[in-house]
């Protein structure tokens, strides 16, 4: 049951460059959260935003959360090479468990 | 430093074998959490636990067995019954069960030899 679905699938960037990932989910949800994976190793989480929240900002990350469509994007601003990752979008709209959509996968080209 | 620890960071099962992933964590947590993760693809949840002694199937337990018997540990057995044990596997911990952000080990990827 995947609840959150990432989009786009893969995003190519020049270093510098913003990024945007969009994430649009099914249910009414409590909280949703955004967390990074480098390859191999375990998911980092990065932000949660709240149901009652429009916007979150976190560094050079800032998220938005539109709960009438059901959908949130994540912002990485001034992107680097190191930001290059899978992004996952997490939402709890299925009682106490997190569900994950399938990422994107970011490449930042320095 | 706190954190979790997963172990093997490789593992190879033979046919028919039941192989053990240890996740050990020292963050003081209650929930506690596996996931498997195949290429391309999300994490899907095999089990989790709210408390010790105490665990619930998530999306895909068939072929998964937990115990937790301890604060600190949460072991998955892969059994002969998981027919494509294949993947990544994620353990993560969280500091109660109300959808709180979750605190990831650095996986143990397993294969068939």
């Known amino acids: 049951s995947q609840q959150g679905e990432e989009d786009p699938q893969a995003l190519s960037i020049q270093e510098g460059e913003n990024a945007t990932m969009n994430c649009s989910y099914k249910?009414?949800?409590?909280?949703l959260q955004w967390y990074r994976q480098n390859s191999g190793r375990g998911l980092v989480h990065l932000i949660l935003i709240r149901s009652n929240e429009r916007e979150k900002h976190s560094g050079r990350l800032r998220v938005t959360l539109d709960t009438s469509k059901k959908s949130s994007s994540l912002l990485i601003t001034a992107s680097r090479a190191a930001d290059t990752a899978s992004y996952f979008c997490?939402?709890?709209?299925?009682?106490?468990?997190?569900?994950f959509g399938a990422g994107t996968i970011l490449r930042v080209k320095s | 430093d706190g954190g979790i620890t997963q172990s093997p960071k490789y593992l190879f099962r033979k046919e028919g074998q039941n192989v053990t992933l240890s996740c050990e964590q020292n963050l003081n947590h209650d929930a506690m959490y596996w996931y498997r993760q195949d290429p391309g693809q999300g994490l899907r949840l095999i089990y989790y636990?709210?408390?010790?002694?105490?665990?619930q199937k998530g999306d895909i337990a068939e072929g998964y067995s937990v115990s937790r018997e301890k604060k600190e540990s949460f072991p998955l057995t892969v059994t002969s019954a998981q027919k494509n044990p294949t993947a990544f596997y994620l353990c993560?911990?969280?500091?109660?069960?109300?959808?709180?952000?979750?605190?990831f080990g650095d996986g143990t990827r397993l294969s068939i030899l």
């Open positions: 993560a911990s969280s500091i109660d069960n109300s959808n709180q952000p979750q605190h």
């Open positions: 636990s709210q408390i010790v002694n105490d665990f």
């Open positions: 249910t009414s949800i409590n909280n």
């Open positions: 997490a939402t709890d709209g299925y009682g106490n468990k997190l569900v």
